[in-house]
C-alpha cells in the first residue's frame, strides 16, 4: 500500500519568512495530493491540491510542487504570518473507482510555529 | 459554504460498549469516508464508501466497525464492542461524484474510551 513521509516535523520561522514542507510517497499509481492544515482540536482543512498532470501551483502565498519522478512533493509558504501555526499534513491518493475510491494516505504532520 | 456535520463532539463510553457516531455529508457529494487520528497521530484512513456500499476499507476497520448509511442524509459509523485503543478523534470526509476531487472534514467526534 501507500507510503507518505513527511519532513521536517517540526519547523519554526519568524513571521515574514518562508517556510517550506516535504513529503515523499511510494506508490507511483497516486495521482492526487492535497495539503490540510489543523489547527489544535479542528478539522482538517483543505489548503491546496495537485495532480499529477501538473508540476507547480499556486494559491497567493501556497504553492506546491511535485516531482512525479521522484515521487516527492512540497508546500511552500511565502511571508508566514503567525496564524499560519498550525500542523501541516500532506497526503496522497488516486483516482475513484477502479481499484481504489479516493482513499488519502496522509504524512505524519509538520507543527509549523511562526513567531511575530 | 456547506460543511460536514458530525454529531456528537464528544463521546464518552464504557469499554466494551456499542458506539454510533454520526455524519452528514455535503449534499451533493458521493464518497464518503471515516479517517481516525489518535491524539497527536496522523490521520489514518478507515473506510470508503460509496453507491451503497463499502469499496475499501483499512486494517484497522475489522469486524467490529461497521458503516451504513441509513437515508439520503446520514452517514454512520458504528463500533459494536469498543476498545480502549477506540479512543481517538473520528473525523467523517465526503468528496463529490467524480474521483480525485477534494475530501471536505468534518469537525469530528472526540471517542473516549473508560
Known amino acids: 500500500g501507500e507510503n507518505v513521509e513527511q519532513h521536517p516535523s517540526t519547523l519554526s520561522v519568524q513571521e515574514g519568512d518562508s517556510a517550506v514542507i516535504k513529503c515523499t510517497y511510494s506508490?507511483?499509481?497516486?495521482?492526487?495530493f492535497p495539503w490540510y492544515k489543523q489547527e489544535l482540536g479542528k478539522r482538517p482543512q483543505l489548503i491546496i491540491d495537485?495532480?499529477?498532470?501538473?508540476g507547480e501551483k499556486k494559491d497567493q502565498r501556497i504553492a506546491v510542487t511535485l516531482n512525479k519522478t521522484a515521487k516527492h512533493f512540497s508546500l511552500h509558504i511565502t511571508e508566514t504570518q503567525p496564524e499560519d501555526s498550525a500542523v501541516y499534513f500532506c497526503?496522497?491518493?488516486?483516482?475513484?473507482?477502479?481499484?481504489?475510491?479516493?482513499?488519502?494516505?496522509f504524512g505524519q504532520g509538520t507543527i509549523l510555529t511562526v513567531h511575530p | 459554504e456547506p460543511e460536514v456535520t458530525q454529531t456528537p463532539s464528544h463521546q464518552v463510553t464504557q469499554m466494551g460498549q456499542e458506539v454510533i457516531l454520526r455524519c452528514v455529508p455535503i449534499?451533493?457529494?458521493?464518497?464518503f469516508y471515516w479517517y481516525r487520528q489518535i491524539l497527536g497521530q496522523k490521520v489514518e484512513f478507515l473506510v470508503s464508501?460509496?453507491?451503497?456500499?463499502?469499496?475499501?476499507k483499512s486494517e484497522i476497520f475489522d469486524d467490529q466497525f461497521s458503516v451504513e448509511r441509513p437515508d439520503g442524509s446520514n452517514f454512520t459509523l458504528k463500533i459494536r464492542s469498543t476498545k480502549l485503543e477506540d479512543s481517538a478523534m473520528y473525523f467523517c470526509?465526503?468528496?463529490?461524484?467524480?474521483?480525485?476531487?477534494?475530501?471536505?472534514f468534518g469537525d469530528g467526534t472526540r471517542l473516549s474510551i473508560l
Open positions: 470526509a465526503s468528496s463529490a461524484r467524480e474521483g480525485n476531487q477534494p475530501q471536505h
Open positions: 506508490d507511483s499509481a497516486s495521482n492526487y
Open positions: 495537485i495532480r499529477s498532470n501538473v
Open positions: 497526503a496522497a491518493g488516486s483516482n475513484a473507482g477502479g481499484t481504489s475510491y479516493g482513499k488519502l494516505t
Open positions: 449534499s451533493n457529494h458521493l464518497y
Open positions: 464508501f460509496y453507491n451503497n456500499e463499502i469499496s475499501e
